[in-house]
């Protein structure tokens, strides 16, 4: 009867603890090995989209990966630096698009269009498969990145595709407009763009009056966020060259 009883009483704890196991494999998320998206060359380019969720116990940024050659991985997760000073500033980009879009721009008479903001990765990006409540995500593993491979942007909401291809375009370049540029007057989305860029860098971390300049001539205006500036991508935002429409 005793064995009986201290069977019974290890079968007890036997199926507590495997419950116990079971409970803690649910809530931990499953991770498969770091894998390296884009080119050791390239530009990647992590695009939020204003949700968060709580991974290794803080909040980080959800978006959207673009790469080099174009294809977009979406459910991606930032983790580790510069997560907090992301969502930040898309909050920021978020709130002047609410302000501002719709009204007129007063130099082209164009409306404004809506901003979003992109932080671009230079080299391969560190990319973690995870499973979190059945859902699949991609992470970033944003600490073994070097910091000076990072560096932010905003452009047209639009055109940020366009951005990070024109940006891995041999050939492409950037430069600023200069004040009493014709581009300003420009009756399109460019001009604009070149207007609306600057006005934001009255707000918060940003600089605009940039432009990346395509070999066909294409320009795409974009600005450059202070708090967050690698130094191997200062040529994107601490460049002499000045934009000529007729060059």
Do not use: C
């Amino acid at each position: 009867m005793g064995a009986l009883k201290y069977a019974v009483v290890g079968v007890v704890v036997a199926v507590v603890v495997i419950a116990a196991a079971l409970v803690l494999l649910l809530q931990t998320p499953h991770r498969v090995p770091v894998q390296y998206f884009g080119s050791p060359n390239g530009y990647e380019a992590f695009v939020p989209n204003g949700q968060t969720i709580n991974y290794n116990e803080h909040t980080d940024p959800v978006g959207e990966l673009i790469l080099p050659n174009g294809k977009t991985i979406d459910d991606v997760i930032w983790d580790g630096q510069y997560a907090g000073t992301i969502i930040n500033n898309h909050n920021q980009i978020d709130q002047l698009n609410s302000q501002f879009v719709g009204q007129t721009d007063p130099i082209n008479g164009q409306q404004y269009v809506p901003l979003q903001d992109l932080y671009v990765i230079k080299g391969q990006v560190p990319v973690e498969n995870v499973t979190i409540n059945g859902q699949t995500y991609y992470v970033i593993e944003a600490n073994k990145i070097n910091s000076a491979d990072i560096a932010g942007f905003y452009t047209y909401q639009g055109w940020v595709d366009n951005f990070v291809e024109a940006m891995n375009t041999p050939g492409t370049y950037a430069a600023s407009v200069v004040g009493n540029s014709p581009v300003f007057q420009w009756t399109n989305t460019t001009g604009t763009l070149v207007y609306q860029t600057q006005l934001y860098g009255q707000y918060g971390s940003f600089a605009g009056r940039y432009v990346l300049v395509l070999p066909n001539g294409t320009i795409i205006p974009y600005g450059a966020i202070g708090n967050i500036l690698g130094a191997s991508l200062n040529n994107f935002y601490s460049t002499n060259q000045i934009y000529n429409p007729s060059s």
